[in-house]
């Protein structure tokens, strides 16, 4: 295995904009959040009937998650428009959430604009600027980010202020309940696999190192099922922009449907892809069966794959142990390729053309 992973001279001269700290700040993101109060909603918020969540790539993220964690426990149906456009049955019985890390993310201040057309219940989750200025002008309620345990200011390494202030914003419409022990439980669960999965671990007992060694030079399609769906979308998004690496994922049981097909063509398969299956014992057991036999066609088809199995022990610690895992992974990633994981420049340059 590289070195670099166990060299933090080295890591810092590579990671420019400190995104380390930012990983290894994710407990602390999430404390912080942990103490603000409730919105105080109209009547007609707490009366909604569906939930349209919109956002763009990291800003997105956190509606997978929670979509995921808690798909048997909302009573309400919760979609997520990831475009400039709404779905025509946004209402005035829908809870629109708009979800911008950065409040400048064009799609969003244009969907707010429409769902504003059709007075929907409307509340944002952002740091301020434009989309802030917005529901400050149009006197809506918004959770405002305070974003200091976040020095590289990537979206995806934000996570933990998008996921609780979108938690926020559904505790305070009466949809989700999110007690103290649910905090308590994602501060010891950041706390433990910050250490397991952190820089200071060494490359031989580190599973976040030893994943990033394993998966290098290779197109990582990420499997997770279940509760931790959303984060196999995060941990693919999270390859893709922080290492550069061609990553997407697949959620069981629908890809075993049709993908297993598809991995026996181009030859070049078994030399250029990896699956990585994200494993939980809170499975339903068909799912548990599926990944088995999954494993095994892949075999057959010279598909090589790794699987994380977790450990915490409840949904909700599994799928904060998986971020960090995710996280971790893909910055150590980074550096075995040599590359600086927070600059974006593909994106830069997408954005400066469509400004022209």
Not at 143 to 151: D, F, G, R, T
Not at 219 to 246: D, P, Y
Not at 286 to 303: F, H
Request: charged share 20%.
């Amino acid at each position: 295995m590289n070195d670099i992973l166990d060299d933090i001279v080295a890591i810092k001269k590579l990671d420019s904009k400190n995104m380390l700290g930012s990983i290894e700040q994710l407990g602390a993101q999430l404390a912080q959040m942990a103490q603000t109060p409730n919105l105080d909603l109209p009547d007609n918020y707490r009366s909604c009937d569906k939930i349209l969540v919109v956002g763009m790539g990291g800003s997105a993220l956190s509606a997978h998650v929670l979509q995921s964690l808690y798909f048997s426990e909302l009573k309400l149906p919760l979609t997520i428009v990831n475009d400039y456009r709404l779905p025509a049955w946004v209402d005035n019985k829908t809870l629109v959430i708009a979800c911008s890390y950065s409040g400048t993310t064009e799609e969003v201040l244009a969907a707010v604009e429409s769902a504003k057309i059709t007075r929907a219940c409307i509340i944002g989750v952002t740091k301020g600027d434009k989309l802030g200025a917005w529901f400050a002008k149009n006197n809506l309620p918004f959770v405002a980010l305070n974003i200091e345990h976040n020095p590289c200011g990537s979206p995806r390494m934000g996570l933990g202020y998008s996921i609780a202030g979108l938690i926020i914003v559904l505790r305070s419409a009466g949809i989700l309940s999110f007690v103290e022990g649910d905090w308590t439980t994602i501060a010891d669960t950041c706390a433990r696999y910050g250490d397991v999965f952190g820089v200071a671990s060494p490359s031989t007992a580190n599973g976040a190192k030893m994943l990033a060694a394993e998966i290098e030079n290779k197109s990582v399609w990420v499997v997770g099922a279940e509760h931790l769906s959303g984060n196999a979308h995060i941990f693919a998004n999270q390859l893709n922009e922080n290492a550069k690496c061609l990553a997407g994922f697949f959620v069981l049981p629908e890809m075993n449907h049709h993908l297993l097909e598809g991995t026996v063509y181009p030859e070049s398969n078994k030399k250029t892809i990896t699956f990585l299956f994200l494993e939980s014992d809170n499975y339903n057991e068909r799912i548990k069966k599926r990944i088995t036999v999954t494993k095994s066609v892949l075999e057959k088809n010279g598909i090589s794959f790794s699987s994380y199995n977790t450990t915490s022990n409840t949904r909700l610690g599994e799928v904060v142990e998986v971020l960090a895992l995710s996280s971790n992974a893909s910055f150590y990633s980074a550096m075995l390729l040599g590359v600086d994981p927070t600059a974006i420049p593909f994106v830069d340059f997408l954005k400066a053309n469509l400004k022209k």
